[in-house]
């Protein structure tokens, strides 16, 4: 006991700022004692504002008073030096407002190390001995440092609680039990924590599964993102590699055109000179022979002027001047008319192909695949516009409503002659190039059609344009009353209810295809699960891929729908 009344005496005579006994220790006007250079510091802080206060319980003083070492005070703290005693705890062992103190501490209390659950305290190093050191003490509960013990003490009987009641899913005291807790299913808490940890193991090992799972997927994005990235920097290679030629033939074809029509321009423009030149010779041989005969003409003598004249050469060979023809300044406008062609010609095709491959680009899929749509609202969330590409259409179709309909035909329709049309089967495909999730839905009627998707680079020769003979195009076709799918010549039975409307389904990443029974109800026909090299056309064709003769007045359409 003795011992703490002196370590209380080197609490009291520490300064609050530095936490150490004081080194020529002042006191200031409220009483309050610091180390001379502790409070000098803290108040030349303050100098500015001109108002110094107490670090403790912050009196304020103006002017700032002047600092007089406290004798006796060094006198003391010099004293309860020489007692040799050991140091007071360092700052950091005392608790502090979110610590857990001892409750056997006296003073200023040091941070709890050990709570018992029994005794409901908690002690420090120094106060936990006897817990390890005395027979029944080192029975109890020793758990972390805690400020809920009191949690654990019943509010109504003041009792520590160690049953469990499940029906009211609360702790109980033992006393409870004959209380209002009588007749209910009830366990010791221990029992009750074995049931409950188990569980808690078994949701760690969903938590930790699911963890690895995630972990696997961060994984498996972190591949997407690296393989995008490779992707990218070699379709940026790759598309500099193709337009650079593309970019130096367009010079080179720049320069050639320069070349020739400054060429032909010098060629023109030489023998235009040599034709010049000769006649301005012949006008300067002309002039001099008008003067020889004018100054005969003026001879008075007769005699000499019969004698020179048979001595005047005759008049050479006159210039053509029928070979000479002025054209309308239009030399080389043929040149420009040409060049202008060709550039119209390529805006035309950059203009159609830079729609897919901007399309392309956007739609490229960075996420975890997404799961298919199931109901047909969910599906019409995909729905795109499409219309039917004219130069594509076989001559025995009629193209209508704003090339969204399709009827066969007897009669040979007026259409251009074009590379991209279906000469030999009554086919057609749509102006847009599918890529990334659409849906469409297509109202047929007649005898035999066919909904189809292919690659825009289907053969267009008799045999092999077909729709499902070939490995370009997949279609659903309906004839007789029956549905067929048919891909690469390989023919399938689908069943299914009849419908006038189809719905098609196309996921272009995923590799999905699906072909559904429009009623009420959206049935399921035809699903494919395959890889898509190129973007997709959708297609509509008017004879069965088994089918040579087709129905005149057959028809498909494109609906519109939302």
Not at 234 to 255: G, H, N, Q, Y
Not at 330 to 335: G, I, K, L, S, W
Not at 353 to 367: G, K, P, Y
Not at 436 to 451: A, D, F, L, T
Request: hydrophobic content about 30%; glycine content about 4%.
């Amino acid at each position: 006991m003795a011992q703490k009344g002196v370590q209380l005496d080197r609490e009291t005579f520490s300064c609050s700022v530095c936490l150490d006994l004081l080194k020529d220790p002042v006191t200031v006007p409220c009483g309050h004692s610091y180390c001379m250079n502790c409070i000098k510091t803290h108040w030349d802080k303050e100098d500015e504002k001109g108002v110094y206060s107490c670090p403790q319980c912050r009196q304020t003083f103006t002017p700032r008073p002047v600092l007089l070492k406290s004798t006796m005070l060094a006198d003391l703290v010099e004293e309860l030096k020489k007692t040799g005693l050991p140091a007071a705890p360092a700052d950091h062992c005392y608790a502090g407002p979110e610590d857990v103190a001892c409750d056997f501490c006296t003073g200023r209390k040091l941070k709890a190390c050990r709570s018992c659950l029994q005794c409901l305290a908690s002690y420090c190093k120094e106060h936990l001995q006897p817990h390890y050191e005395v027979a029944p003490l080192k029975k109890h509960k020793l758990v972390e440092p805690s400020k809920k013990l009191q949690d654990n003490v019943c509010s109504r009987h003041d009792e520590v609680m160690k049953m469990f009641c499940r029906t009211d899913q609360q702790s109980i005291c033992h006393l409870c039990l004959m209380d209002e807790h009588k007749g209910h299913d009830t366990v010791t808490a221990a029992a009750e924590r074995s049931e409950r940890q188990r569980e808690l193991g078994v949701s760690r090992q969903n938590i930790q599964q699911r963890v690895q799972d995630r972990e696997k997927d961060v994984k498996l994005l972190q591949q997407e993102v690296e393989a995008i990235s490779r992707s990218a920097d070699k379709a940026v290679e790759d598309s500099e590699k193709i337009f650079t030629p593309l970019i130096r033939l367009m010079e080179k074809r720049r320069s050639d055109v320069k070349q020739q029509v400054r060429s032909q321009q010098e060629a023109e423009v030489s023998r235009v000179r040599e034709l010049q030149e000769k006649l301005e010779q012949e006008i300067t041989e002309l002039k001099r022979r008008d003067a020889d005969l004018e100054e005969l003409s003026l001879t008075e003598d007769h005699n000499q002027f019969l004698h020179d004249y048979p001595s005047l050469s005759p008049l050479g060979e006159s210039t053509d001047s029928s070979s000479i023809k002025i054209r309308p300044l239009r030399y080389f406008e043929a040149v420009t008319a040409a060049v202008s062609e060709v550039r119209g010609k390529l805006q035309d095709v950059l203009r159609e192909t830079w729609t897919n491959i901007s399309q392309t680009v956007t739609e490229v899929d960075v996420l975890l695949p997404q799961p298919e749509p199931k109901t047909r609202a969910e599906f019409l969330q995909y729905s795109c516009d499409i219309t039917l590409d004219p130069n594509t259409a076989n001559t025995r179709l009629l193209l209508s409503d704003g090339d969204r309909k399709a009827t066969s035909v007897s009669k040979h329709q007026s259409y251009s002659s074009h590379p991209d049309r279906f000469t030999g089967r009554l086919q057609v495909l749509s102006r847009e190039s599918l890529t990334g999730r659409c849906y469409w839905e297509v109202e047929w009627s007649g005898g035999g059609v066919c909904v189809a998707v292919a690659y825009k680079n289907i053969s267009r020769a008799e045999s092999e344009s077909v729709f499902g003979l070939n490995d370009k195009s997949w279609a659903l076709c309906s004839f007789n009353n029956s549905y067929n799918f048919w891909y690469n010549k390989v023919n399938t039975l689908v069943s299914g209810p009849r419908s006038s409307r189809v719905g098609v389904y196309l996921d272009h990443r995923a590799g999905i295809l699906s072909f559904y029974s429009i009623s009420e109800t959206m049935t399921l026909l035809h699903r494919v699960q395959t890889t898509f090299t190129q973007p997709l056309c959708a297609g509509l064709g008017f004879q069965s891929a088994g089918v040579w003769f087709y129905f005149p007045g057959d028809t498909a359409e494109l609906c519109k729908v939302k």
